[in-house]
T-cell receptor, first 109, second 116 residues
Framework: DQQVKQNSPSLSVQEGRISILNCDYT??????FLWYKKYPAEGPTFLIS?????DKNEDGRFTVFLNKSAKHLSLHIVPSQPGDSAVYFC????????FGKGTRLHILP | KAGVTQTPRYLIKTRGQQVTLSCSPI?????VSWYQQTPGQGLQFLFE???????NKGNFPGRFSGRQFSNSRSEMNVSTLELGDSALYLC???????????????FGPGTRLTVL
């Protein structure tokens, strides 16, 4: 039973354009949502988060949107840069953190 | 402040053996969680320790166990290794001051376990 789903295993985006990574969840108990970024041979690093009482959180080039009625969140990266190429994990939390399977983002020159 | 450290970074074992992985959290962090990362399954939660007690557990067989010491360092043990246990094992620590459901986790670089 996958409670956090990232349905796109990979995504390719042109440098300078917007990258949109999507995540769906099933458990309405989740009250905090996070995005982590992972480079090869490194552990995931925290990117941005959003509380369930909000619908948008912005930090520089990164914006996370939360649609509670659709149980859907998305991460927008604009403009996309070569260093953004990595695997992005969506995660949701109530008493423990559940991760999605990740989406590999390729930024094309 | 030093980050989360994990030892060893790489490990090769054969089926049937057992293995112990170690994690040292960020100083002052009391919660340590363990995850298994495989290409097909992403990051899967193994268990979480807080103040030397297992606080949460994922859906893994009893061959996977862990413990936490009084200095918050944690070890994870896998007995009777199977080929499918080959994965990157990640440890994450958080401060967990209490009162809320979310505590930001900081990950170590992981231990790459290969079972032959």
């Amino acid at each position: 039973d996958q409670q956090v789903k990232q349905n796109s295993p990979s995504l390719s985006v042109q440098e300078g354009r917007i990258s949109i990574l999507n995540c769906d969840y099933t458990n309405s108990m989740f009250d905090y949502f996070l995005w982590y970024k992972k480079y090869p041979a490194e552990g995931p690093t925290f990117l941005i988060s959003i509380s369930s009482i909000k619908d948008k959180n912005e930090d520089g080039r990164f914006t996370v949107f939360l649609n509670k009625s659709a149980k859907h969140l998305s991460l927008h990266i604009v403009p996309s840069q070569p260093g953004d190429s990595a695997v992005y994990f969506c995660a949701a939390s109530y008493d423990k953190i559940i991760f999605g399977k990740g989406t590999r983002l390729h930024i094309l020159p | 402040k030093a980050g989360v450290t994990q030892t060893p970074r790489y490990l090769i074992k054969t089926r049937g053996q057992q293995v112990t992985l170690s994690c040292s959290p960020i100083s002052g962090h009391r919660s340590v969680s363990w995850y298994q990362q495989t290409p097909g399954q992403g990051l899967q939660f193994l268990f979480e320790y807080f103040s030397e007690t297992q606080r949460n557990k994922g859906n893994f067989p009893g061959r996977f166990s862990g413990r936490q010491f009084s200095n918050s360092r944690s070890e994870m043990n896998v007995s009777t290794l199977e080929l499918g246990d080959s994965a990157l094992y990640l440890c994450a620590s958080s401060q967990d001051t209490g009162g809320g459901s979310y505590n930001e986790q900081f990950f170590g670089p992981g231990t790459r376990l290969t079972v032959l």
